[in-house]
């Protein structure tokens, strides 16, 4: 099935004629053409269309506007003006309030808060969201029709064409989101690949305001402020309650059952939302680790439930009752504020009890992980089936705004390549289906050369769920990356097909940590693939922001190199050793250590000297070997 696509991309991309393929059926080219008549905007250099914007924009349409200007003037070298009225013999581009009033009679209600009308005819361009965010997502998108991208974060990651006259064809199309709450990366990446969370105008949040991103409970009641007066607000752990080192600990965890840790919360939550009147979510989540509380009257709140369900609903009921006593007391007087509780690792099966419901002010985030990420989740994978896919479907069936927590870069720890767009291309429309509200990913940042096509392709479909992905991807690699985008092509797709071809699960915790799938993924054919394929794109690169980009990439396939000598390194002691055996275990734990540490020292300076980053490297792991091999008295990971 891969195979058959990737010889498919090749064609068209060597062709560079994008523009000229159709989408599968049912899917929306994400950057069709345009069509005749044309509007000139900039001829020759010169200027032959002209801004229009109220007087006194507010910040976001104000911003709109400007943001057109820079980008046309970065693509052409001229300046549209920015008026109020158009100048005579100009085209007008009507952008945000000045858009509106010329569209009578459109159903503003139907674009919601961030959709938006790209409309053009002979009197005018018209670029208009009901509301101002909606309006400069227009025009990012308006930008993207005439070529411009944002692939990765960072200057680097900005392609703008250039040339010395442009036009805008015929356009009317709107456009409303997929997903309500969007927050994959941060910053101007973020907000020019409409993201609404997480996202600023000249300094300011905009879009719907979220706080935080997931554990929460010590910063809603901070163990310094608590500790000392109510000791037994926080967890009882082996007959003690050991007090936090302050709202940071991880591991440590709040006596959910306690009444007065209760209704403290409840009033912490309540001032927080008086305090932050903007905030429209709050996260609402226990400390990320262990550390729960052992107390009679908590434990007595957990189920009972078989062995095979048993670790990954150890405190879902307790947690369910404690996030619906809290959002029933903040709900009465902060009824439009959404709580976010979470359903995570020991917590992110749902309570057996039929009746139970969440309160309708809260958001359940389902974190995927644990169960397997390089299978889609309606697939036949049995890992993704039994921890994640059938409680998932039970959570949406039962929450009033469901959320999902990714992880499209974890697999990556230990600083390897890590493709998700397999399962991403399947997974973003399945949730869509059944009624996702919110998404977030952890980020990619300056680790786009592992992961960075995960995010941009999650990005584009959390937007537009219809998108057709190998488009998107064809587009990716023939603007990224210029004259090398037939190899590079070949890269992505060979990378993606490793993947597929590997077949197992992958999970981050669990079955087959990435650093073991890792030798099974990136076998010797595998890695001599991609290196020719980023050689033949080396010698292909003409420009040097080409080069620039390819060379990060070709430095983590050969830092896959290193990490999988030293795994093979540090894993040769534990061959044939019996696993229960302690004393044998520690000796090839000691040996591993020895064998492993000038190898790891290596991989350092070559991360340093190649600006590799990423969450986890190996060189870091080395200093424990966790995750990396058997450790004494651990359980096996590689099960
Ligand atoms: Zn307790
Ligand atoms: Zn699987």
Redesign the pocket.
């Known amino acids: 099935m891969m195979r058959r696509k990737r010889h498919a991309l090749v064609v068209f991309v060597s062709m560079g004629a994008f523009a000229a393929i159709a989408a599968a059926e049912g899917k929306k080219n994400p950057f069709p053409a345009m069509g005749g008549p044309f509007h000139e905007l900039v001829e020759e250099g010169k200027p032959v269309a002209a801004i229009v914007a109220q007087d006194e924009a507010p910040l976001i349409e104000g911003y709109a506007a400007e943001e057109l200007q820079r980008y046309v003037h970065k693509m052409t070298g001229a300046e549209l003006a920015i008026a109020s009225a158009a100048p005579a013999d100009t085209y007008p581009i009507y952008v945000g309030a000045a858009a509106r009033k010329r569209l009578p009679g459109f159903d503003w209600e139907s674009l919601g808060d961030e959709g938006f009308v790209l409309r053009s005819t002979d009197e005018g361009l018209h670029i208009a969201g009901a509301k101002d965010l909606g309006t400069l997502y227009g025009v990012y998108t308006l930008l993207e029709r005439f070529g411009c991208r944002w692939f990765v974060t960072g200057d680097i990651g900005e392609v703008v064409p250039s040339s010395q006259s442009l036009r805008v064809g015929t356009l009317d199309e709107t456009q409303t989101p997929s997903f309500r709450y969007r927050w994959i990366d941060s910053g101007d990446w973020a907000i020019h690949n409409k993201m609404n969370i997480s996202v600023e105008v000249e300094g300011k949040p905009v879009g719907p305001q979220w706080r935080w991103s997931y554990h929460t409970h010590f910063l809603l009641v901070p163990p310094e402020e608590y500790y000392d007066e109510h000791p037994k607000w926080f967890?009882?752990v082996g007959g003690r309650r050991p007090r936090p080192e302050d709202k940071h600990h991880q591991g440590r965890q709040l006596?959910?059952?306690?009444p007065e840790l209760i209704e403290q919360m409840a009033e912490n939550v309540v001032a927080f939302f008086k305090e932050n009147a903007e905030v429209d979510i709050l996260s609402l989540a226990p400390q990320d680790g262990g550390g729960f509380?052992?107390?009679p009257?908590?434990r007595a709140l957990d189920e009972d439930r078989p062995e095979n369900e048993a670790w990954h609903a150890r405190y879902s009921n307790r947690l369910a009752v404690f996030n619906n006593e809290v959002a029933r007391r903040v709900g009465a007087s902060c009824p439009d504020k959404i709580i976010k509780v979470g359903a995570y690792a020991m917590y992110v099966r749902v309570p057996s009890d039929p009746a139970y419901r969440p309160e309708p002010n809260l958001a359940v985030q389902v974190c995927h992980t644990y169960s397997c990420n390089n299978h889609a989740i309606d697939s036949d994978c049995a890992r993704q089936e039994q921890y994640f896919g059938k409680e998932l479907a039970r959570w949406a069936e039962i929450t009033n705004h469901l959320f999902i927590y990714e992880y499209y870069r974890k697999g990556m720890w230990g600083g390897m390549p890590f493709d998700q767009v397999h399962v991403i291309r399947h997974d973003m429309p399945y949730y869509h289906r059944i009624g996702v509200e919110g998404f977030y990913t952890q980020p990619a940042r300056d680790r786009w050369p592992s992961c960075g096509l995960n995010h941009y392709v999650a990005a584009k479909l959390i937007w537009d769920v219809d998108l057709d992905v190998d488009l998107l991807l064809a587009d990716y690699y023939a603007k990224f990356f210029g004259e090398a985008a037939e190899p590079m092509g070949r890269y992505y797709e060979g990378l993606m097909a490793a993947f597929v071809d590997y077949g197992d699960c992958i999970s981050p915790y669990g079955y087959k940590w990435p650093t073991f799938a890792a030798s099974e993924i990136f076998t010797a054919e595998v890695v001599a693939r991609l290196n020719g394929a980023l050689a033949d794109a080396e010698r292909a690169a003409a420009q040097d922001i080409v080069r620039e980009r390819i060379r990060p990439i070709r430095a983590r396939i050969e830092y896959v190199e290193r990490v999988l000598d030293y795994l093979r390194a540090v894993r040769a002691p534990f061959d044939g050793i019996d696993l229960a055996d302690k004393a044998a275990l520690e000796a090839a734990h000691g040996k591993a250590q020895e064998i492993g540490a000038p190898l790891s020292r290596a991989i350092k300076a070559f991360c340093k000297k190649n600006d590799v980053r990423s969450f986890g490297r190996i060189d870091a792991a080395h200093e424990n070997l966790r995750f990396l091999v058997v450790l004494p008295g651990e359980e096996p990971l590689l099960r």
């Open positions: 967890a009882e006596c959910t059952s306690n509380c052992e107390c009257a908590c």
